[in-house]
Nanobody, 115 residues
Framework: QVQLVQSGGGLVQPGGSLRLSCAAS????????MGWYRQAPGKQRELVAT???????NYADSVKGRFTISRDNAENSEYLQMNSLKPEDTAVYYC?????????WGRGAQVTVSS
């Protein structure tokens, strides 16, 4: 079992920045992939970014060049730095961790981009 605790999120103006954090506990040695998903109102949940235990990253086209995913294996944490935020980035953001074939989810954090 893996437990994920998220922090961060909130309201920001267009063009602003936010940083999301996610701390993992439990069977952390079994985690091979961490990532972030988001779900906007009325839309399906979508992948934002992933990072492997070795540090390889993958991003959705919509966030490339603006968002950066990172991971601190010593702290068992992952982060999502979001810059140049747009109103269409407004969503609930979820951190994830995959252990074998099981995907664990954080509780979600609201990010609202509005003037």
């Amino acid at each position: 079992q893996v437990q994920l605790v998220q922090s961060g999120g909130g309201l920001v103006q267009p063009g602003g920045s936010l940083r999301l954090s996610c701390a993992a506990s439990g069977s952390i040695f079994t985690i091979n992939l961490m990532g972030w998903y988001r779900q906007a109102p009325g839309k399906q949940r979508e992948l934002v970014a992933t990072i492997t235990s070795g540090g390889s990253t993958n991003y959705a086209d919509s966030v490339k060049g603006r968002f950066t995913i990172s991971r601190d294996n010593a702290e068992n944490s992952e982060y999502l730095q979001m810059n140049s935020l747009k109103p269409e980035d407004t969503a609930v953001y979820y951190c994830t961790a995959r252990s074998a074939s099981v995907m664990y989810w954080g509780r979600g954090a609201q990010v609202t981009v509005s003037s």
